[in-house]
């Protein structure tokens, strides 16, 4: 199994500065993709950014937040961070960390984190 485990949610002004965590432990070989999703009250979850494990970690983030939002990876921590800039009223959300990881036994799994709130007033 793997947990992944989210961090530096909170309150904050619009146009304030968030840095979220994930750190990503347990059976783990590789993982293929780290990312970001968001869930909004009364809100489908939907993705926020994500970043593919090739030579490049090939970054992709929703139009919503290109500009203000970076995604970021420390492969040999096995950690991804969101850097959130420039916050506005509808960024708030509870913010999920996920991980595509290939284990020992080269299986394939998705893996969520139990999520940090992020809020942001007006």
């Known amino acids: 199994q793997v947990q992944l485990v989210e961090s530096g949610g909170g309150l904050v002004q619009a146009g304030g500065s968030l840095r979220l965590s994930c750190a990503a432990s347990?059976?783990?070989?590789?993982?293929?993709?780290m990312g970001w999703y968001r869930q909004a009250a009364g809100k489908q979850r939907e993705l926020v950014a994500h970043?593919?494990?090739?030579?490049?970690?090939?970054?992709m983030s929703t139009d919503a937040v290109k500009g203000r939002f970076t995604i970021s990876r420390d492969d040999a921590k096995n950690m991804v961070f969101l850097q959130m800039n420039s916050l506005k009223a509808e960024d708030t959300a509870v913010y999920y960390c996920?991980?595509?990881?290939?284990?020992?036994?080269?299986?394939?799994?998705?893996?969520w984190g139990q999520g940090t709130q992020v809020t942001v007033s007006s």
């Open positions: 347990g059976n783990i070989f590789r993982i293929n993709v």
């Open positions: 970043s593919v494990s090739d030579s490049k970690n090939n970054i």
């Open positions: 996920h991980a595509i990881v290939v284990g020992a036994a080269m299986d394939v799994k998705n893996y």
